[in-house]
Every structure is written in structure tokens, then in C-alpha cells.
């Protein structure tokens, strides 16, 4: 069974930062991609990036380009999102999920994490 577990949220002052990680577990991840989403109060789920498990390609919303990095521990099978300068905007609950498509449709991820709250203030 496919498990993810998504920490590291939480409140945070604008232009602070966070790291976010997603523990993966349940198949082996080789030939799958991992990917971000938020959701704000009111607003439909938002991509936010995209890896390859394999070769580590990336791929990032451009309201996010420049300021989240993600990247993976194929070692430990987790993902991670690092979150600088960040911004009241981003305040949300972030998913991470996992797809056999590199992809910023959420309809492409199968399996999805509980999700992390953070909050940004200003």
C-alpha cells in the first residue's frame, strides 16, 4: 500500500522560510514522479512543482519559480520542498503526491498525503 506522509508545515513570517518533506513508501518509486500541490481556503488545488524520480528533472509553477526547490532522497524515498522568501500568498495546505506522469495536472497523481498546513504571515 502506497503511504505518503507529508511534515514541516507550519506558521511562518513573510520572507521566512519552511522545508517541507514527504515520506514515500509502499513501491518502488524509480519510474514515478513526485509532485507538490497546495490549496488555499475557497480556491481550487494548484500545482506547485514536479520531479522525476529518476533523473530528477524538475518543473515549478511560475508563482513559485525562483523561491521553492524541490528535490528527493532516493536513499531515504522522500521528497522535499523548500520554501524561501515566502509570502502570504503561499498560505495554504500543502499535498505531495505521487503519478506515473511527470505532470502539473493533479488528475495524473494516484496517490496523495494527508497534507501540511502553512501559514505565511505578514
Known amino acids: 500500500q502506497v503511504q505518503l506522509v507529508e511534515s514541516g508545515g507550519g506558521l511562518v513570517q513573510a520572507g521566512g522560510s519552511l522545508r517541507l518533506s514527504c515520506a514515500a513508501s509502499g513501491r518502488t518509486f524509480n519510474n514515478y514522479a513526485m509532485g507538490w500541490f497546495r490549496q488555499a481556503p475557497g480556491k481550487e488545488r494548484e500545482f506547485v512543482a514536479a520531479?522525476?524520480?529518476?533523473?530528477?528533472?524538475?518543473y515549478y509553477a511560475d508563482s513559485v519559480k525562483g523561491r521553492f526547490t524541490i528535490s528527493r532522497d532516493n536513499a531515504k524515498n522522500t521528497v522535499y520542498l523548500q520554501m524561501n522568501s515566502l509570502k502570504p500568498e503561499d498560505t495554504a495546505v500543502y499535498y505531495c503526491?505521487?503519478?506515473?506522469?511527470?505532470?502539473?495536472?493533479?488528475?495524473?497523481?494516484?496517490?496523495w498525503g494527508q497534507g501540511t498546513q502553512v501559514t505565511v504571515s505578514s
Open positions: 503526491a505521487t503519478g506515473p506522469r511527470y505532470t502539473v495536472s493533479a488528475y495524473e497523481y494516484d496517490y
Open positions: 520531479i522525476r524520480w529518476i533523473g530528477g528533472n524538475t
